[in-house]
Nanobody
Framework: QVQLVESGGGLVQPGGSLRLSCAAS????????MGWYRQAPGKQRELVAN???????NYADSVKGRFTISRDNAKNTVYLQMNSLKPEDTAVYYC???????????WGQGTQVTVSS
């Protein structure tokens, strides 16, 4: 049974940095993509960044140049390094896993990121 466990959220000052982690437990799967979505109050959930099994990455325009997604295959963990954080980055961030041969995505529990003085 595959589960996603998120960590690293919290409160950070504008201009600061934060690193989110998402660990996938369970060995019986292959992934098409892993990534991060976020949802702010009153707004739709949006893709922040993802990384394909082959290593290709995608970023929302709003975070390009500030965020970096990476994956540690040995630890089965995906990271989101967030630099130069802005108040508008405040949202609940959700880890996402697209598995090979599985239609429905797997989601983490969500972790709150708050950027404020």
């Amino acid at each position: 049974q595959v589960q996603l466990v998120e960590s690293g959220g919290g409160l950070v000052q504008p201009g600061g940095s934060l690193r989110l982690s998402c660990a996938a437990s369970g060995s019986g799967f292959s992934f098409n993509a892993m990534g991060w979505y976020r949802q702010a109050p009153g707004k739709q959930r949006e893709l922040v960044a993802n990384i394909m099994s082959g290593g290709k990455t995608n970023y929302a325009d709003s975070v390009k140049g500030r965020f970096t997604i990476s994956r540690d295959n040995a630890k089965n963990t995906v990271y989101l390094q967030m630099n130069s954080l802005k108040p508008e980055d405040t949202a609940v961030y959700y880890c996402n896993l697209k598995r090979v041969g599985v239609q429905n995505d797997l989601w983490g529990q969500g972790t709150q990121v708050t950027v404020s003085s």
